[in-house]
Every structure is written in C-alpha cells, then in structure tokens.
C-alpha cells in the first residue's frame, strides 16, 4: 500500500498553480516575443504536472519520480525553448516551479516507499 507523501500533494499543487498562473501573474501582458507561448506552456504542463501528481496519489512507480524530475528540467528551459524569457515573471515562474518540481520529485524518489524503490 502507497503512502501518501506531501510531495505528491505538492506536484498536484504546483499543477494547479502552473494552470491559473497566467491569470494571477502579470504574464498576460506581450512581452518580448509575445506571452501566448508563456500562457500555452503553462498550461499544458500544469496539466501535465497535475495528472502525474494525481497519478502519484493512486499508485506507486519510480517513473513517476523521474517524469517529475523531467518535467522540472522542461519547465526551467521552457523560458528559452518556447521564447518568452523575455517576459520577467513568465520567466520567474517557470523557473521556481521548475525546480521546485524536479527537487521534490527526486526526494520523493529517495523516501522509503513499501514494496518499491528505496
């Protein structure tokens, strides 16, 4: 039987928080190179992020922690991938979310899980 860790709840949160950022955050505004491609981001990989995170509270696989950990790494880039690292709090929150994300999902990988990983 799966234990809940907070760090699964913490990825539905920061799913939740990556969908409605683009409303809450002064990102909405064109910055430089438009922030259409922040807004998109954002909410294709808050959903994303949701369902692992939701994913994660139903059952146990250390590819969920990896996938985590990826989706981090793909969050921090995503400001110069999808070009809008030029609108400063698109930036920010993708980058805090970012590594926010790919931390917790590598200490949850570490935690002691029944019948898993270590």
Known sequence: MH?????DWTTCAIGLWLIVSPWL???????????????????????????LGTLALFEISVWKDWAGAALGLVLILSPWIFGFAGVDAALWNAVATGVLLAVIS??????????DHA
């Open 3 to 7: 234990r809940h860790h907070w760090q």
């Open 25 to 51: 955050l002064p990102i909405s505004a064109t910055g430089i190179g438009g922030s259409y491609p922040a807004v998109g981001t954002f909410l294709v990989l808050g959903a994303v992020v949701l369902g």
């Open 106 to 115: 590598l200490w949850s990988h570490l935690l002691p899980h029944e019948g």
